[in-house]
């Protein structure tokens, strides 16, 4: 069932570190973003694959966790993701802002979830520095980056009440609670 993937494909930022993910499960879940619906057809996406300790923390310093929980910091080492997708716009091939990258990345994660992985999309990166770091050639505008690894954490949909009702949370025992709105305060005519 479509809504069961859906409902357990919540963004999750700690995992199970230890376990790992190969190359070729990283290559066949681009496959499911290559089958996605693109503007005009242009396919302008491009991936940097990552899923080795050296390469993932270059990675990880350049990307910010869950700004609603102030708290935290982000995952302690041991709770880091496994792999990252990195999710390149290449502007020799288009140069506007469309929605391919959100597709591709849904697909990515809801592949990544029927899999028993589960993952975070990231938007908030230093985009500069990972440009620097992983010496991404300026064709390339970084658009998302997915953070990939076996969930430790449990995540919960609860209801929104209200508009301000909506910024996540986490309870003394560690569960993730992310307030959703109503399907009747979503539909407007
Ligand atoms: C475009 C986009 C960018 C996001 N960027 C970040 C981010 O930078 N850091 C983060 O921790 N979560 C990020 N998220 C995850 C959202 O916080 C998450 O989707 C939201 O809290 C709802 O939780 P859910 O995905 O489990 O439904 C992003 C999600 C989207 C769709």
Redesign the pocket.
């Known amino acids: 069932m479509i809504k069961n993937l859906i409902l357990k494909n919540?963004?999750y930022?700690r995992f199970n570190q230890k376990v790992t993910i190969e190359l070729h499960t990283l290559r066949e879940l681009v496959d499911l973003a290559r089958l996605s619906s693109s503007a005009n057809n242009l396919q302008p996406l491009k991936y940097i694959l990552s899923c080795d300790r050296r390469k993932n923390a270059l990675i990880f310093p350049n990307?910010?966790?869950?700004?609603y929980l102030k708290d935290w910091q982000g995952p302690d080492e041991g709770e880091r993701p496994s792999a990252y997708i990195i999710i390149l716009r290449d502007m020799e091939i288009s140069k506007s802002f469309g929605c391919d990258h959100?597709i591709a990345?849904q697909n990515i994660l809801l592949g990544a979830t029927e899999k028993g992985l589960g993952g975070?999309?990231?938007?908030?990166?230093k985009r500069q520095r990972l440009r620097k770091i992983l010496d991404i050639p300026p064709r390339y505008k970084i658009l998302?980056v997915l953070a990939l690894g076996e969930p430790k954490e449990k995540?919960v949909?609860e209801t929104a009440r209200s508009d301000e009702d909506i910024k996540?949370w986490r309870d003394n025992d560690g569960v993730h609670h992310?307030p959703?709105r109503l399907l009747d305060d979503i539909i407007v005519g």
Do not use: E, F, Q
Not at 63 to 67: F, P, Q, S, T
């Open positions: 919540r963004s930022r990307l910010a966790w869950a700004g959100g990345a975070c999309m990231i938007g908030s990166i998302l995540v949909i996540y992310v959703k």
